[in-house]
C-alpha cells in the first residue's frame, strides 16, 4: 500500500493567517492528489483534485501544488470556516488511502 | 444534485456481521464506482472498497476476506457485508461516489458526494 504522511498533525492559527499543510507519498504517485475538509460529525468535502485542480464552488482561498511524492495545501486567507480536520488521498493506485489528517484549530 | 442516504445497524455484536446499504438519488447510478470509507472514532479514513453497477468489485486487501459489496440497480442501492466484526471495526461508514464514470484504475478519480455516515458499534 502507497502510505500517506501528513504534516503537521494539528495547527493552531488565526483567521487572516496563511497556512500550509503538506503531504508525502511513499512512493511516485504523480498529480494523483486529492485533498478534503472535514468538520466534526460531517462527511469529508472534496477541495481538490488531481493535485491542484480546485473542486467547482470551493473557494480560491484553497489551492494546492505537488507532484511525484511531495505535495502542499494552501489556504490564503483563514477564514472562521476553514477551522477542520484535512485529508490528503492517493488516486493512483488502489487501495486508495488516505493520509492521517491535519487538524487546524484557532489559536 | 447527487444525494446519497445511508442505513443500518448502528449496534453489532463481536463476530457477527455488520450490514449497511446506500442509496442513491439523481444522477446516474451507472458507470460509478461507488464506494465504502470508514473512519474508527477520533482517526482518520480508510477505504474498505468499491462496486459498479455491473456487479465488478474491488476491495481494500486488508479487509478482503470479510467484506462483500453488492449492488441492487432496480433500486439505486449498494451494500456492504463485514463479517466477523470486532471492537476494531467501530467506525462511522460512509458511502461514496468516486468520479469520473467508467474509470477502473480511477487515476485521476475522487470522492465528490458522500453519504451522512453512520456510527457502528461494534460490542457484546
Known amino acids: 500500500d502507497i502510505q500517506m504522511t501528513q504534516s503537521p498533525s494539528s495547527l493552531s492559527a488565526s483567521v487572516g493567517d496563511r497556512v500550509t499543510i503538506t503531504c508525502r507519498a511513499s512512493?511516485?504517485?504523480?498529480?494523483?492528489l486529492n485533498w478534503y475538509q472535514q468538520k466534526p460529525g460531517k462527511a469529508p468535502k472534496l477541495l481538490i483534485h488531481?493535485?491542484?485542480s480546485l473542486q467547482s464552488g470551493v473557494p480560491s482561498r484553497f489551492s494546492g501544488i505537488g507532484s511525484g511524492t511531495d505535495f502542499a495545501l494552501t489556504i490564503s486567507t483563514l477564514q472562521p470556516e476553514d477551522f477542520a480536520t484535512y485529508y490528503c488521498?492517493?488516486?493512483?493506485?488502489?487501495?486508495?488511502?488516505f493520509g492521517q489528517g491535519t487538524k487546524l484549530e484557532i489559536k | 444534485q447527487v444525494q446519497l442516504q445511508q442505513w443500518g445497524a448502528g449496534l453489532s455484536k463481536p463476530s457477527e456481521t455488520l450490514s449497511l446499504t446506500c442509496a442513491v438519488y439523481?444522477?446516474?447510478?451507472?458507470?460509478?464506482?461507488w464506494s465504502w470509507i470508514r473512519q474508527p472514532p477520533g482517526k482518520g479514513l480508510e477505504w474498505i472498497g468499491e462496486?459498479?453497477?455491473?456487479?465488478?468489485?474491488n476491495y481494500n486487501p486488508s479487509l478482503k476476506s470479510r467484506v462483500t459489496i453488492s449492488v441492487d440497480t432496480s433500486k439505486n442501492q449498494f451494500s456492504l457485508k463485514l463479517s466477523s466484526v470486532t471492537a476494531a471495526d467501530t467506525a462511522v461508514y460512509y458511502c461514496?461516489?468516486?468520479?469520473?464514470?467508467?474509470?477502473?484504475?480511477?487515476?485521476?478519480?475522487?470522492?465528490?458526494?458522500w453519504g451522512q455516515g453512520t456510527l457502528v458499534t461494534v460490542s457484546s
Open positions: 461514496a461516489r468516486r468520479f469520473p464514470p467508467y474509470s477502473n484504475i480511477g487515476l485521476r478519480s475522487y470522492f465528490d458526494y
Open positions: 439523481g444522477g446516474s447510478f451507472t458507470g460509478y464506482y
Open positions: 462496486i459498479i453497477h455491473s456487479g465488478s468489485t
Open positions: 512512493q511516485s504517485i504523480s498529480r494523483y
Open positions: 488531481a493535485a491542484s
Open positions: 488521498q492517493q488516486s493512483f493506485t488502489t487501495p486508495r488511502t
